[in-house]
């Protein structure tokens, strides 16, 4: 299936929220101040120890709660209506449903909502891979983490966005992969907005 660069971009980003969502639940419950301070200080959040971290993410009224990432998640999987299949469209619109009723299982549907979208066609998967291993780099920069694993993902996937003629993120991403850290991650991060059509 060909997709609009719009679509490809919606894919992109459903993964990269999805991703960073479940990041964050990892760390759920917080009730190690130093270790909320790290997560505090690498993802920039407006918070200050553990109990207000929780409060911040548990929050619907805040930008960066995990009900706003979630709604904005759903936002995508609406824009992408007409691309997914009618099967996975419907078992989705279920799910973020059931989890927007349901706030406290937001954490536990993210699991199953990528399983329905890494079913669908090699594009879909391939645009959602990318947003999700994107993300995952960018949490793993920030967290002074363990890349490699990462890095081989994302080696795969340049590899199959080089037959769609994006040779210039293949390029930044051998950039990138001779110096990766923030800086350079930025300036890969720079060239996908671009790719994407998106002018930053």
């Given at each position: 299936m060909l997709l609009l660069i719009s679509n490809a971009y919606n894919i992109y980003w459903l993964g990269r929220y999805l991703t960073r969502i479940n990041f964050l639940c990892q760390y759920l419950p917080l009730q190690d101040d130093e270790h909320a301070k790290q997560l505090i200080g690498a993802l920039y959040l407006p918070a200050y120890d553990a109990a207000s971290l929780t409060e911040l993410l548990l929050d619907p009224e805040q930008v960066y709660s995990f009900s706003q990432q979630f709604n904005v998640a759903y936002d995508n999987v609406q824009a992408l209506r007409g691309v997914l299949s009618r099967q996975s469209y419907a078992e989705l619109n279920a799910m973020f449903k059931y989890a927007k009723d349901n706030a406290g299982s937001i954490c536990q549907t993210i699991s199953d909502i990528e399983a329905v979208l890494e079913s669908e066609s090699q594009?879909?998967?391939?645009?959602?891979?990318?947003?999700?291993?994107?993300?995952?780099?960018?949490?793993?920069?920030?967290?002074?983490?363990?890349?490699?694993?990462?890095?081989?993902?994302?080696?795969?996937?340049?590899?199959?966005?080089?037959?769609f003629d994006w040779h210039e993120y293949v390029h930044a991403w051998h950039d990138f992969k001779l110096q990766p850290d923030l800086g350079t991650y930025h300036a890969l991060n720079t060239r996908l907005q671009e790719m994407f059509g998106v002018v930053t």
């Open positions: 594009n879909i998967f391939l645009y959602f891979s990318l947003g999700k291993y994107i993300e995952k780099l960018d949490q793993e920069l920030r967290m002074q983490q363990e890349s490699r694993d990462t890095m081989e993902k994302l080696d795969i996937l340049a590899n199959a966005l080089s037959e």
